[in-house]
């Protein structure tokens, strides 16, 4: 049963909600399985791969002239000949189910039991649902039950495949089996747990789940807005059309190969790649011209991040806390960040699109 309003937080792990640098850590040694998620100081001897890009908690803070916030103009809703209703995204929800229910509710996409109230409007989620939270499956739950209710009512409420949806999946389905990740030998399970893995999470996980995620498209289309979980040009690797990404990514998990599902979640965790000034405009542009629309629409990477305002790892108090007014666009008007850094005290996102700037 999904959390409803009114009931208290189920009982979490500490994670990374005290303005941290978020810890995506992707090369991790199989003989090391902390009983902390939060991850230590890697050795200076660490070597990544060409191309990775690492996110530890040393992931230096970015200036804010290091990235624009651009203006666009305002685009009218777009009318929908098969009578659908407008088009909703939220970002990464990392197992705050409160925070999900609260933001939803106050669009007007659910009422104050947490049902359906949206009619025909289309919601789609851009993947994180576990992991750092209290109740990742909680919110996996909300959202294949507001998926039928949904579509009983004539929308549709949809999710693509985020990094941590393929980080659970290998933790259950490889555990402690060594990967090749590129830089040493890692394994899923020691990876999960210092990315904010919950045990709660882990207990509760059935097949339905499992099923529901190892399904979840990488990439979609929607009135000319390109929906993506990562902000990275890694998704090229896996084919020139939507329909051959989501093909490739389904059939990596079907065969069930660590070191592929490995790899998957590497090039899954990768980010950053739109936020330079010059060279950023014309990643977002290799992705448009492969896959079609007009302006990518992604989570992954917190906005604290993105715009500099972000408390250092002792910091406490308000005047600490991400300022966060809502997405972020930047890459020329390119692009729109949908992470607003719920798992730092930020906020979680829900955005009608077009937007209204």
Known sequence: M?????????????TLRDFRVPAYVHDVPANVVPSDPAPGPEPDAEVYPDGYTPTERDLPVINRGDTVQVEIAQQPAPQQADGLGPLYV???????????????REKGLIDTEGNWAAGTARLWFLGDFTDRGPDGIGVIDLVMRLSAEA?????????????????????????????????????????WL??????????????????????????????????????????????????????????????????ECWDLFRK????????????????????????????????????????????GEDADGEESRPVVEGPHVYAGGLAIAMDGGVTMAGKLLVQQLPMDI
């Open 194 to 259: 210092l990315n904010g893995g919950q045990k709660s999470d882990m207990d509760r996980l059935q097949d339905v789940h499992l099923q529901w995620m190892s399904r979840l498209d990488a990439i979609e289309i929607e009135d000319d807005h390109l929906l993506m979980h990562s902000d990275t040009t890694a998704y090229l690797d896996y084919g020139d059309s939507i329909e051959a990404v989501n093909d490739t990514v389904r059939e990596t998990l079907t065969r069930n190969d660590a070191d």
């Open 268 to 311: 899954f965790t990768k980010r950053f790649a739109f936020r330079d000034e010059e060279s950023g405009p014309g990643s977002v542009r290799e992705l448009l011209d492969a896959y079609g629309g007009s302006r990518v629409v992604h989570g992954h990477s917190p906005i604290p991040y993105l715009l500099g305002e972000v408390g």
């Open 2 to 14: 999904t959390q409803g309003a009114g009931q208290g937080p189920a009982a979490r792990t500490e």
């Open 90 to 104: 939220v970002g990464d929800v990392h197992g705050y189910l409160d925070e999900l229910l609260a933001a939803l």
């Open 151 to 191: 579509a009983a009512a004539g929308g549709y409420c949809k999710a693509l495949m985020g990094n941590h949806e393929l980080l659970l999946l290998g933790a259950k389905r490889f555990g402690d089996t060594p990967v090749n990740s590129g830089a040493g030998t890692a394994t899923f399970q020691a990876a």
